[in-house]
């Protein structure tokens, strides 16, 4: 085992527990929160900036108060609705299924976020680097990173695909 194995397994397994105690609705409910406050902020700052003026002179604090601002909104509109789903969850005695379902969505969450590191030190690092050669997990988490390369241009999966085979 090398440093990228033991970073890959503490990754997934700091992941894997938030992912237990957070369950998947407190997960997916961040997504979404981030996502969501994102849209919302950039869509609709303009219309808080004018309310600001008179509190903030320069345009570009005021811009970015006015995001940051609504941004925490959203993301603590759709947190309070992330509690009253597990409240409820809890009441009808589902709490245990949404912290089982956590714990695999942390648990994909973490290889995932593996999965991202190893394709960034497969680009980047020289061919042949022995940070994946000689680690014992690449095999495994180059399956899921050939697959997340789907996503990208063609050139750019090639162009990994290539610097894999020198590695593994």
């Known amino acids: 085992m090398n440093a990228f194995d033991i970073a890959a397994i503490v990754i997934i397994a700091f992941c894997l527990i ?4 957070k369950g998947l609705i407190g997960e997916i409910s961040g997504i979404i929160g981030i996502v969501a ?4 902020a950039y ?3 303009p219309m808080i900036t004018v309310h600001a003026e008179k509190w903030i002179q320069s345009p570009g604090i005021r811009n970015m108060a ?5 941004f925490c909104i959203i993301l603590i509109i759709v947190s309070l609705i992330s509690i009253l789903i597990r ?8 709490g245990w299924v949404d912290r ?5 969505f942390g648990a994909a969450k973490g290889i995932i976020i593996v999965s991202v590191i190893f394709i960034m030190i497969t680009h980047f690092a020289p061919k042949g680097s022995a940070v994946i050669k000689e680690s014992k997990l ?3 988490v180059s399956t899921v990173s050939k697959s997340m390369t789907l996503l990208v241009s063609k050139n750019t999966r090639q162009d990994f695909i290539k610097k894999l085979e020198g590695m593994l």
């Open 43 to 45: 869509t609709y700052y």
């Open 138 to 140: 690449s095999p495994y």
């Open 100 to 104: 089982t379902f956590g714990l695999f």
């Open 37 to 40: 406050g994102f849209y919302g």
């Open 87 to 94: 409240k409820f969850l809890n009441l009808v005695f589902l």
């Open 18 to 21: 938030r992912g237990l105690f």
């Open 66 to 70: 006015a995001f940051f601002i609504l």
